[in-house]
Each structure stands twice: as structure tokens, then as C-alpha cells.
């Protein structure tokens, strides 16, 4: 019998402007005072940054020519890297949709966390190749997710454009919906 443990971490930086154990069953729930205590950078030309972190470990134990694979698997905001400018978002309206915004970064991913959680556990590994397979299908599913928030920022304009805003809301709250059923399904 071989143990193994393995740790992954991802790490990703959004930045946003506006012109104006881990819980699987929602997502956090973001706040300027809590979550955005890093120094914001004013080079940048951009009102918020949401830097977030996704973290996987596992067990490994063969035996008998069959691999088990005992998963951790989390999200989490990086609050010491995350700021935001305070003092352009002194307009009660633009604070509040700037919020909104990045609320649907955290909610993407969350998307995330459930499509690990159900990908990775969802596998028979081979006992040979199993810790390449793991991290092929981790590396897939990162970047995967990275490009999703990417699209989200340039398709919303980081959140100023209203209408692809209001879109995106509902393509993200479908998705969670999505993935929430389809881990319930998959742990019955
Ligand atoms: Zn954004």
C-alpha cells in the first residue's frame, strides 16, 4: 500500500473597472470591507481587483492494482491581493453594480469548485499514470474556467456594459444550477 499526498494551487487575478471546508452549496458572498483589504494599484486603470485562489490536494493509496483517490478540493478569495479603489466607488449606485460584477467572478468560480468536484471524483484512474491524469484533467478544467472569466470581463466591459451584465448573470446563474444538480446526481 503507497500513500501519497499532493497539493496544486491556482492562482488568478482579475482586474475590473465599472463606468460606474469549503461549503459547496453556494457561493461567497463578496463585500468591499471583507474581501478587498490588498493596496490597489494605481498604475492600473481599473476600480477593483479579485484575486482568487483554487486548491486541490489528494490521497493516493494502491492497493491491489487499484488506485483511491481521496480528494480536497477548494476555492477561496485572496483578500490581501484583492482591492479596490475606494474612492471611486463613493457613488452608492456604482459601489453596489461594481459589486455585482465581481460577485459573478466569485460565482464563476464556485462553478469551478462543483465542476472539480464532480470531474475529478468522477474518474477510474489507471494505477500507472494516475497523478498525470489528475493533474491533465485539473490543468483542462483551470483553464478552462480562466477563460470563462476572461470572456465574462470582455464581454460585460468589466461590468459597464448593463445589458451584457444583465446577460451574464443569467448564463452564470444557469451554470450553477447546472452543476449543482448534476454533483447531486452524481452523489446520490
Ligand atoms: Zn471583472
Redesign the pocket.
Same mark, same amino acid.
Given at each position: 500500500m503507497k500513500r501519497l499526498i499532493i497539493s496544486i494551487l491556482f492562482l488568478l487575478a482579475?482586474?475590473?473597472t465599472f463606468a460606474f471546508k469549503q461549503d459547496l452549496s453556494q457561493p461567497v458572498q463578496l463585500d468591499w470591507e471583507t474581501h478587498f483589504k490588498g493596496k490597489a494599484d494605481m498604475r492600473s486603470p481599473f476600480f477593483a481587483l %479579485?484575486a482568487m485562489t483554487w486548491k486541490y490536494s489528494y490521497e493516493s493509496t494502491v492497493y491491489r492494482n487499484r488506485v483511491v483517490i481521496k480528494l480536497k478540493n477548494e476555492v477561496s478569495i485572496d483578500k490581501n491581493r484583492s482591492w479596490v479603489k475606494w474612492d471611486k466607488i463613493k457613488d452608492p449606485e456604482v459601489r453596489a453594480s461594481l459589486l455585482h $460584477?465581481?460577485q /459573478? $467572478?466569485a460565482n464563476i468560480q464556485y462553478i469551478l469548485l462543483l465542476e472539480a468536484e464532480r470531474v475529478l471524483k468522477n474518474r477510474n484512474y489507471s494505477v500507472n499514470n494516475y497523478k498525470a491524469q489528475i493533474s491533465d484533467l485539473a490543468n483542462q478544467i483551470s483553464s478552462f474556467f480562466d477563460t470563462m472569466q476572461r470572456n465574462?470581463?470582455d464581454e %460585460?466591459e $468589466? /461590468?459597464g456594459n448593463h445589458k451584457m451584465q444583465a446577460r451574464w448573470d443569467e448564463i452564470i446563474q444557469d451554470k450553477m444550477d447546472e452543476s449543482r444538480a448534476a454533483l447531486a446526481e452524481l452523489q446520490k
Open positions: 482579475l482586474p475590473c %479579485t $460584477h465581481e /459573478g $467572478h465574462y470581463d %460585460t $468589466h /461590468g
